[in-house]
């Protein structure tokens, strides 16, 4: 569902050209991104994609980081480690009621050799 969403895509294509929107919480993993912004802030179908008080995990399909690999990468590069690849990249959102704020958070990736 979340996979291939235009509404994600959307949501990380603000943040990444105004990136004064959101606030990166370092959270303590060096493969993570993890970012909040406004809830104000007009989404697509924010039922559907940021769940009030609870979290929606969804890998991105590999098309969808094919094509969006640019993007992806320089949120990669907010990361602790950036040597992660882009191999699988997953999204986890949420609305967080009583702070008034979406979460999107990105997890970074690679393929154990």
Same mark, same amino acid.
């Given at each position: 569902?979340?996979?291939?969403?235009?509404?994600?895509?959307?949501?990380?294509?603000?943040?990444?050209? %105004?990136?004064?929107?959101?606030?990166?919480?370092?959270?303590?993993?060096?493969?993570?991104?993890?970012?909040?912004?406004?809830?104000?802030?007009?989404?697509?179908?924010?039922?559907?994609?940021?769940?009030?008080?609870?979290?929606?995990?969804?890998?991105?399909?590999?098309?969808?980081?094919?094509?969006?690999?640019?993007?992806?990468?320089?949120?990669?590069? %907010?990361?602790?480690? %950036?040597?992660?690849? *882009?191999?699988?990249?997953?999204?986890?959102?949420?609305?967080?009621?009583? %702070?008034?704020?979406?979460?999107?958070? *990105?997890?970074?990736?690679?393929?154990?050799?």
């Amino acid at each position: 569902m979340a996979t291939n969403s235009d509404s994600l895509y959307n949501v990380l294509y603000r943040i990444d050209r %105004k990136p004064e929107m959101a606030t990166i919480n370092h959270i303590g993993y060096n493969n993570v991104v993890n970012m909040t912004f406004p809830d104000t802030t007009l989404v697509s179908e924010p039922n559907i994609y940021f769940p009030d008080n609870s979290l929606l995990v969804d890998r991105f399909s590999d098309d969808f980081v094919s094509k969006n690999s640019d993007i992806l990468d320089r949120f990669q590069q %907010k990361t602790r480690e %950036k040597d992660h690849g *882009l191999e699988s990249v997953w999204v986890t959102t949420a609305h967080i009621l009583d %702070k008034h704020e979406y979460m999107i958070e *990105l997890t970074f990736e690679s393929s154990p050799m």
